[in-house]
């Protein structure tokens, strides 16, 4: 079935590095791709989504490509702040009958000052 | 425009009692899905509705765990008889026209 990989936190940076989260997928068909953020305590927030090969999505700073040929979707944030810190889920919507969501494991990202 | 909105925020259950948790979706989506997510692991989807009807309930338990969208007033999650292995957060998504979930701020389980 489809499935999501995303590698695995906590990831800790200094502010204003450079952020890559990375995310594969396995799917079917042709899915849509999403990151969400949490931050504690709180619900999943969109951050940003891509729904066809080659689309970027971009929100606040953060970025990720549709990349069809190598099944990948990672994250990338030019320069990280402290309020950055949350767990970020790379997700696919299978675009069936439900459109249900499939998330990877998360990945914690700690930003120190 | 209200978000999702989810209650209780936090529940706390003795083993062997019934929990109930309420979802209701942002103003004018009729598609609720309902995800757990256990410690330290990722959201795993549970259960598709609309209003009236379940859609798809492959991610739900088997046993002691129900859902309904009503017509009028919220979705319900039931969980009866909770063990402490059902303890988690509980997150609804409401679905907009197009394909994109908002998720709610989560009804966080404790069975002691």
């Known amino acids: 079935g489809d499935s999501v990989t995303q590698m695995e936190g906590p990831v800790t940076l200094s502010e204003e590095a450079f952020l890559t989260i990375n995310c594969t997928y396995t799917?079917?068909?042709?899915?849509?791709l999403f990151w969400y953020v949490q931050y504690p305590g709180e619900g999943l927030q969109l951050l940003l989504k891509?729904?066809?090969?080659?689309d970027k999505g971009s929100n606040k700073g953060f970025e990720a490509t549709y990349r069809k040929e190598t099944t990948s979707f990672h994250l990338e944030k030019g320069s990280v702040q402290v309020s950055d810190s949350a767990v970020y889920f790379c997700?696919?919507?299978?675009?069936?009958?439900?459109?249900?969501?499939?998330f990877g494991t998360g990945t914690l990202l700690a930003v120190q000052p | 425009n209200a978000g999702v909105m989810q209650n209780p925020r936090h529940l706390v259950r003795r083993r062997g009692q019934e929990a109930r948790l309420r979802c209701s979706p942002m103003?004018?989506?009729?598609?609720v899905y309902w995800y757990r997510q256990l410690p330290e692991e990722g959201l795993k989807f549970m259960v598709y509705?609309?209003?009236?009807?379940?859609?798809?309930e492959s991610g739900m338990p088997k046993e002691r765990f129900s859902a309904e969208f009503p017509k009028e007033g919220p979705s319900i999650l039931r969980i009866q008889q909770v063990v402490r292995g059902d303890s988690a957060a509980y997150f609804c998504?409401?679905?907009?026209?197009?394909?994109?979930?908002?998720f709610g701020p989560g009804t966080r389980l404790l069975v002691l």
């Open positions: 997700a696919l919507s299978d675009r069936g009958a439900t459109n249900k969501l499939i």
């Open positions: 799917a079917t068909g042709y899915p849509s």
């Open positions: 891509a729904t066809k090969a080659d």
């Open positions: 103003k004018g989506h009729s598609h």
């Open positions: 509705l609309q209003k009236e009807n379940i859609i798809d």
């Open positions: 998504a409401s679905l907009d026209r197009g394909e994109t979930q908002y």
